[in-house]
C-alpha cells in the first residue's frame, strides 16, 4: 500500500526555542487508512495537524506528499482544494452564508466541476449529514452541532485524498457524533482516501484503522 504522507524527524517550536510542540516525529500515513491520533490535550496532536495541512510550518524536520515537498508544488491553493480537507473543531462557517452556500463554496475554484455538479454533490452531503432542512439557513442561525456537520460536508465535497479532523465531534451530541462519523468513514473508503482524526474520545478512534497515541510532542505507540 502506497504512503500518501511520509514524515521526517518533524520538529516544531514556539517562543523562540523555548516551547517545544513535536519533538522528532517519523510518521508515515498510508493511501486508503483511517488514522486515531490521541493524546491529553498540550501533546502536539493539533500542530501535528496544522502542519500537515499547510496551515502552520515545521522548524525543522519535512513532509512529503506522494514524494512532493510543498515546495515542490506550483500551486498551494489547487493543491490544498483538491488534496486536503481540514475539519476544525470549532467550525470557521462563514456566517453570512448558507449552509448549502458554505459547502458548495469549497468547490467554487475547481474549473473541472460544473455549477450542477456542485449543486449535485452538495445536495448529497446535506441529506447524509440529516441538514437537507437547514440546507437555506445561514450558518449564523443554526445550531453548533448543524454547524459542525455542515463544516463536515464542506471538508468532504471535494473528495480531497487526505482529510484531517480535528476533535470533529467534540462540540456535539453522542447521536450526531455516531452519523458524522459514519458518514466521514463511508466517504473516506468510498474514495480510498486517507484520514487522520485527532481525538480525545475512544468511540471515535473505532472507526479508525491505526491508532497512534502521542505524549509531549512525541510518539510513544502506533497500533
Do not use: W
Not at 491529553?40 to 519535512?62: A, E, F, Q, R, V
Not at 487526505?162 to 453522542?174: F, H, K, R, Y
Not at 468510498?190 to 497515541?213: E, Q, R, W, Y
Request: with cysteine; net charge positive; proline share 3%.
Amino acid at each position: 500500500m502506497n504512503n500518501i504522507i511520509e514524515i521526517n524527524s518533524l520538529h516544531k517550536v514556539y517562543d523562540k526555542g523555548l516551547v517545544p510542540a513535536l519533538k522528532g516525529i517519523d510518521l508515515n500515513l498510508q493511501e486508503g487508512k483511517i488514522y486515531a491520533l490521541m493524546g491529553t490535550s498540550g501533546c502536539g496532536k493539533s500542530t501535528l495537524l496544522n502542519i500537515i495541512g499547510s496551515i502552520d510550518t515545521p522548524s525543522s524536520g519535512h513532509i512529503l506528499y506522494e514524494g512532493k515537498t510543498l515546495q515542490d508544488i506550483n500551486n498551494l491553493n489547487d493543491f490544498r482544494r483538491d488534496y486536503i480537507g481540514f475539519i476544525f473543531q470549532f467550525h470557521h462557517l462563514i456566517p453570512v452564508l448558507t449552509l448549502h452556500e458554505n459547502i458548495e463554496s469549497a468547490l467554487l475554484s475547481n474549473p473541472k466541476i460544473s455549477s450542477t455538479q456542485r449543486a449535485n454533490r452538495t445536495k448529497e452531503l446535506l441529506k447524509k449529514l440529516n441538514i437537507s432542512h437547514r440546507a437555506n439557513s445561514f450558518a449564523s442561525d443554526v445550531s453548533g452541532g448543524e454547524r459542525q456537520r455542515a463544516a463536515i460536508a464542506r471538508a468532504l465535497v471535494n473528495n480531497p485524498k487526505l482529510v484531517l479532523a480535528d476533535e470533529p465531534t467534540g462540540n456535539v451530541d453522542s447521536l450526531t457524533a455516531k452519523s458524522i462519523l459514519k458518514t466521514m468513514y463511508e466517504s473516506v473508503k468510498k474514495s480510498h482516501g486517507t484520514m487522520l482524526i485527532a481525538t480525545h474520545d475512544p468511540d471515535v478512534a473505532k472507526i479508525a484503522d491505526v491508532i497512534i497515541k502521542m505524549k509531549d510532542g512525541e510518539i510513544i505507540s502506533l497500533a
